[in-house]
Nanobody, 128 residues
Framework: VQLQASGGGLVQTGGSLRLSCAAS????????MGWFRQAPGKEREFVAG????????NYRDSVRGRFTISRDAARNTVSLQMNSMNSDDTAVYYC??????????????????????WGQGTLVTVSS
């Protein structure tokens, strides 16, 4: 499947931005779609994940309560609504798919190594 991320841009501290990721192929019920980010000079880190079957979600602690991940099964799209943004959110954001043949733990959403398909990334810059 090909993943196309969009919605990045420049936003002021405290502002909001919405990212979208469209998948060109099938997403299956036990699959997980996730958002990761990589800031300059830092390693890629998990942001949020959602299981396709039941929309169970997981977030990194620093974005919980500010970011919301959602999916639209009809459009094969996953979105990330980002509110109350700060400079620590500045990064390139990637969407990815984790393929599973059975239901996996919510904790597994965080493991980048389990994701096999990645989008091209979209840049988010938060200015003060």
């Amino acid at each position: 499947v090909q993943l196309q991320a969009s919605g990045g841009g420049l936003v002021q501290t405290g502002g909001s931005l919405r990212l979208s990721c469209a998948a060109s192929g099938d997403i299956f019920s036990n699959d997980v779609m996730g958002w990761f980010r990589q800031a300059p000079g830092k390693e890629r880190e998990f942001v949020a994940g959602i299981r396709w079957r039941d929309s169970v979600k997981n977030y990194r602690d620093s974005v919980r309560g500010r970011f919301t991940i959602s999916r639209d099964a009809a459009r094969n799209t996953v979105s990330l609504q980002m509110n109350s943004m700060n400079s620590d959110d500045t990064a390139v954001y990637y969407c990815a798919v984790q393929r599973n043949d059975r239901m996996t733990s919510v904790r597994s959403f965080q493991s980048a190594s389990l994701y096999t398909e990645w989008g091209q990334g979209t840049l988010v810059t938060v200015s003060s």
